[in-house]
């Protein structure tokens, strides 16, 4: 499966961005993860195949929401009030299974990454 994410951009802190992540074929579960400048790349949200289930680490709930439209192979994730911490390029990935998990060897597919960079 190849993923192709979308998106990015430059906002003001406090702003909203909305990611896509668009899939070549069927997905099952699927993550964000992203990575800052000199920083190891990190879980961000993840979603099961259904769409049931959903999962945030601490410092995006409440603030970004994962979801998907199977119908067309597609990921989103929405972020509000963003943070000049939440500057990173961010990364979809997608894995085989029905379930998820917030590690990155879980996963098998991988986007090429798309730059979010919130300005304070």
């Known amino acids: 499966v190849q993923l192709q994410a979308s998106g990015g951009g430059l906002v003001q802190a406090g702003g909203s961005l909305r990611l896509s992540c668009a899939a070549s074929g069927r997905t099952f579960s699927m993550g964000w993860f992203r990575q800052a400048p000199g920083k190891e790349r990190e879980f961000v949200a993840a979603?099961?195949?259904?769409?049931?289930?959903?999962y945030y680490a601490d410092s995006v709930k409440g603030r970004f929401t994962i979801s998907r439209d199977s119908a067309k192979n597609t990921v989103y994730l929405q972020m509000n009030s963003l943070k000049s911490e939440d500057t990173a390029v961010y990364y979809c990935?997608?894995?085989?299974?029905?379930?998820?998990?917030?590690?990155?060897?879980?996963?098998?597919?991988w986007g090429q990454g798309t730059q979010v960079t919130v300005s304070s």
């Open positions: 979603i099961s195949w259904s769409g049931g289930s959903t």
């Open positions: 990935a997608a894995a085989p299974r029905g379930y998820f998990s917030t590690t990155q060897d879980f996963y098998d597919s």
